[in-house]
């Protein structure tokens, strides 16, 4: 019998079921950066990737084993098919971690078997124990999947289930792969398992699901309820169509109404002690990190993390919050790690108290990067008289989410208004350092610099997604710039801010450009010369402004 945990485990799969949102796609380094940050979290297990899949997450998934799979360290965990090539791939970038698991899976719906894998029933519960033994032979922490259990006969599920147990599967997860079910279904469902499958208590339930109705937390919480002991979830619910649930949201929901939950995990119901392992003070800084490598932008009204979260705008809210925030606050900014938006420096403060508030807020900097984040204080300082934590944020993730700097920014300047064409002209540092100015027209002033940018920087390009938001209110308020750029069927993401929106968007598309760049380099170094590409001569842009 398999000691069942305590506490709910968190399963994070930002970097896996996340990574396969539309349109996101995250290179080793970015993948390393955002692991960091999910160990620092307090998640248990990182689904790091899924190694078959392709080079570079095999590397990805290797690379996040050996740094961030420490003995202290989360359990690192790789997805597979339920195939022996796919098994082995993920045994093999395990290796480095100091605890592994092998996620594999396989569809058990009768849709599923039908029309994608054309197999039988009597065919899947053959391969469920030859793969779940296989995965058995590189780690003994094996999880198995049934996908689209949500879609699929209990009678069969309990059956499939109880040969992966049998087979040595210490986690069986039961996936709502397509969102269809509701809350006390997919409560049923688990109360099913636990009372049908043989041998359960040998293995903790997991649920994983996405969010097509919406309903992927309440579905998780009822889930909860009747005996599920591990939750996959990605940071601000990306993932794939809809998403997954929200890990934030889910934790959140656990934190605050513990009272209510604790029962259910055999604790009084007044107990303190935490339902997760989670530090809830580094959801904040984990979510806008996560967003601003992806591209995927937080939508302002989303639960927990989205900027008016904590905002009340009515009269009567804002006048009971000031009497009591009791009354409309069911857990504080604070929680999260959002401070209170106080003015925490000045033009007059120095490198020392930018350095202690830094730490303050978690951000741990190498001297080069504080020195860089220091400089851009200051010119901020000049700007703006209010310097607020989140403009700090903002700062540190410009400074330290920018990829290595093979095109630079020189100079930006745009001429426009009613009537007069957009004009903007730019100067960019090649990477052989020679400085080439070049000016264009455009459908708006972010339009033109993009056009004389693409005109210096020859990469073929298609801009799929401009965004841009203020940090803090006000007239001065820096405003943060998220691009996304589609070649060859990846994305490649940039971000900056600043006070001035055109240097901001000239930045972004700058350090997307430098993404693409630093991938395809190695292509225009090996005889490929970008000039005497045809189809370089222009980045095909969708008008941004
Ligand atoms: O949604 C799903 O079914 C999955 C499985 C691979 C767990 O992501
Ligand atoms: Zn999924």
Known sequence: MTKQPDRIIIFDTTLRDGEQSPGVSLNVEEKLTIAKALAKLGVD??????????????????????????????????????????????????????????????????????????????????????????????????????????????????????????????????????????????????????????????????????????????????????????????????GERAGNAALEELVMALHVRRQYFNPYLGRPADSTEPLTNIDTKQIYKTSRLVSSLTGMVVQPNKAIVGANAFAHQSGIHQDGVLKNPLTYEIMSAESIGLTSNQIVLGKLSGRNAFRTRLQELGFELSEEELNKAFIRFKELADKKKEITDWDLEAIVSDEIQQPPELYRLELVQVSCGEPAVPTATVTVRTPEGKDVTSVAIGTGPVDAVYKAISQVVNIPSELVEYSVKSVTAGIDAMGEVTVRLRHQGKNYSGYAANTDIIVASARAYIAALNRLYAVTVGRHHNGHDNNNDKTAQHANLVTPA
């Open 45 to 238: 297990v990182i689904e790091a990737g899924f190694p078959h899949a392709s080079r570079g997450d095999f590397a990805a998934v290797q690379k996040i084993a050996e740094v961030v799979g420490t003995e202290n360290g989360p359990v690192i965990c790789a997805l597979a098919r339920a195939t022996k090539q796919d098994i082995k791939s993920a045994g093999e970038a395990l290796k480095p971690a100091c605890k592994s698991r092998i996620h594999t899976f396989i569809a058990t719906s009768d849709i599923h078997l039908q029309y994608k894998l054309k197999k039988t029933r009597k065919e899947i519960l053959e391969i469920v124990p030859e793969m779940v033994a296989y995965a058995k032979t590189f780690t003994p922490d094996v999880e198995f999947s049934a996908e689209d259990a949500g879609r699929t006969d209990p009678e069969f599920l309990y059956q499939v289930l109880e040969l992966a147990i049998e087979a040595g599967a210490t986690t069986v997860n039961i996936p709502d792969t397509v969102g269809y079910t509701v809350p006390s279904e997919f409560g049923a469902l688990i109360k099913g398992i636990k009372e049908n499958v043989r041998n359960i208590d040998k293995a903790i339930i997991s649920v994983h699901g996405h969010n097509d109705l919406g309903l992927a937390v309440a579905n998780f919480l009822e889930a909860i309820k009747n005996g599920a002991r591990q939750v996959e979830c990605t940071i601000n619910g990306i």
